[in-house]
C-alpha cells in the first residue's frame, strides 16, 4: 500500500483533535497537530506560544513581535513556509493525519489524500466546549468567536480560500452525528475504501464493528 495522507480541518469546539487521535488508533498511523507548531518554534528558534498565537491572530502578533516595523509580512511568510516544508515532508516519509496549519492547501496536489473538513452547529459546539473542555459558557462563546475568525482568516490568507470550502474538501461531515468515536470509525471507514488503509490492524467490517 502506498502512502497516503489525511488532511482534517476543524470547527472550533466540533471536538476534531480528539476524532483525528481515534482515527489515528484505528489506521494505526500518526497524526500531527501541536507538534507541527513545535518543530517550527524549534527551527525558527522561537516559543512555542509565539508560533501558536500567529497562527491564530496573524497580524497582531507580528505587529507585537516587531513593534518597530520589521518587515512583519515577511517574517509571517517565513513562519508559513516552515510549516510547508514540516508538512511535505512528513507527507513523503509516512502515511499520516495531519490537523489544520493549511495542510488541505499545502498538499492539494498529493497524489494520495483525503481532505476532511469537520464542523458541528453552534448549540453543539457550546456544549462541547462548556462539557468535554470544561469551559464556562461566557469563555465559550468569546473562545468560539475569537478563533473561528482567527483560523478563517489564517486559511484564507495563505490558502486563499476558505477552509470550509467544498471544491476543496473530499468530505465535509457534522461531528455531532456520530460523535467522536462514531466520525473517526466513518473515517476510518472511508480511508480503507479509498486506500486499503489500517487492513494490517483491522478490516473494513471490524472498523464498522467496533
Known amino acids: 500500500m ?21 482515527l489515528s488508533e484505528l489506521l494505526g498511523i500518526e497524526y500531527y497537530d501541536r507538534d507541527i507548531v513545535d518543530e517550527t518554534a524549534k527551527r525558527m528558534n522561537l516559543p512555542v506560544p ?8 496573524k497580524s497582531g502578533f507580528f505587529e507585537m513581535l516587531f513593534p518597530l516595523g520589521t518587515e ?10 516552515v510549516q510547508c516544508d514540516i508538512i511535505s515532508r512528513l507527507a ?11 495542510a488541505d492547501y499545502i498538499l492539494a496536489d498529493y497524489p494520495n489524500a483525503i481532505h476532511v473538513y469537520i464542523y458541528a452547529p453552534y448549540e453543539d459546539r457550546l456544549a462541547n466546549c462548556t462539557g468535554p473542555l470544561g469551559m464556562k ?22 490558502a486563499e480560500y476558505s477552509q470550509e470550502d467544498p471544491r476543496h474538501k473530499d468530505l465535509i461531515i457534522n461531528s455531532s452525528l456520530l460523535g467522536v468515536e462514531g466520525t473517526a ?10 486506500f486499503g488503509a489500517g487492513q ?4 473494513y467490517g471490524q472498523i464498522l464493528q467496533l
Not at 495522507?5 to 483525528?20: D, N, Q
Not at 470509525?185 to 479509498?194: G, N, P, Q, T
Request: glycine share 4%; with cysteine.
Open 50 to 57: 509565539v508560533i501558536s498565537d500567529a497562527e491564530e491572530r
Open 137 to 158: 459558557m461566557d469563555e465559550a462563546k468569546k473562545m468560539i468567536t475569537r478563533v473561528d475568525k482567527a483560523r478563517k482568516s489564517y486559511h484564507k490568507h495563505f
Open 200 to 203: 494490517t490492524r483491522k478490516t
Open 185 to 194: 470509525r466513518a473515517l476510518a471507514a472511508v480511508a480503507e475504501i479509498k
Open 2 to 22: 502506498d502512502r497516503y495522507v489525511i488532511t482534517i480541518s476543524k470547527e472550533f469546539g466540533s471536538l476534531g483533535r480528539p476524532i483525528a487521535r481515534q
Open 72 to 81: 512583519t509580512a515577511e517574517q509571517q511568510k517565513k513562519l508559513f513556509d
Open 92 to 102: 513523503d516519509r509516512e502515511s499520516c493525519i495531519i490537523v489544520g496549519r493549511c
